[in-house]
Every structure is written in structure tokens, then in C-alpha cells.
């Protein structure tokens, strides 16, 4: 069955980095499309980040351009995020997804159990 483990999140200061990673299992990982969204405490769901299946193509939300960059490496089924100039907004509940196909990165049909992101000092 299909499984996405996230990893790599905790608590970073403001202007700090950390990177994501996002284990897949289950189905053909170079064949479909990728995203981060997050959820931070009392908000909706927000979508982030999306990454074609061959990375030839990424997209970003307005509040993390050029802050944030993904990435995947689909001889280890993996996707990343890394994110740098953490803001105290940027806590949240950090989830992958994987797209219905490969040149799609915003409708989903799985999602992993999230990875939490603090941003305090």
C-alpha cells in the first residue's frame, strides 16, 4: 500500500533552516507528482510546494518563494523541502503528498501523517 513518511522537522529559530524529507513506498515514485502543504494551529490546510514526477517543473505558494525549495530523488523515493529564513509564521504541521499523476502537483490522493515545524526563539 502506498506510504509517504515525513522526517526532519522540530524547532528552528527565526531566520534558521531545516529540510524536510519525505520516504515513499508503495507505488512507482518517478511516475506522479509531489507536494508540501502545511496546517498551521487553527488554520486551513495550505498547499506549499509542488514538484513535477521528473523535477522538471516546481511550484511555490506566495509566502514561501524564494525561501523555501523542493526536490526529489527518485532513485531513493524521496522528496525534500528545504526551507531557510524561517519565520514564526512558517509553524505548522508539515504533510507530503502525492499527485493523481505525473505532471500535477494539486490534486492529491494521498497524504502522509505530517511532520511538525516550530519556529520560536
Known amino acids: 500500500q502506498v506510504q509517504l513518511v515525513e522526517s526532519g522537522g522540530g524547532l528552528a529559530q527565526p531566520g534558521g533552516s531545516l529540510r524536510l524529507s519525505c520516504a515513499a513506498s508503495?507505488?512507482?515514485?518517478?511516475?506522479?507528482?509531489m507536494s508540501w502543504a502545511r496546517q498551521a494551529p487553527g488554520k486551513g490546510l495550505e498547499w506549499v510546494s509542488g514538484?513535477?514526477?521528473?523535477?522538471?517543473?516546481?511550484y511555490y505558494s506566495d509566502s514561501v518563494k524564494g525561501r523555501f525549495t523542493i526536490s526529489r530523488d527518485n532513485a531513493k523515493n524521496t522528496v525534500y523541502l528545504q526551507m531557510s529564513s524561517l519565520k514564526p509564521e512558517d509553524t505548522a504541521l508539515y504533510y507530503c503528498?502525492?499527485?493523481?499523476?505525473?505532471?500535477?502537483?494539486?490534486?492529491?490522493?494521498?497524504w502522509g501523517q505530517g511532520t511538525q515545524v516550530t519556529v520560536s526563539s
Open positions: 503528498a502525492k499527485a493523481h499523476s505525473n505532471y500535477d502537483v494539486v490534486i492529491f490522493d494521498y
Open positions: 508503495g507505488f512507482t515514485f518517478g511516475n506522479y507528482g
Open positions: 514538484i513535477y514526477s521528473d523535477g522538471s517543473d516546481t
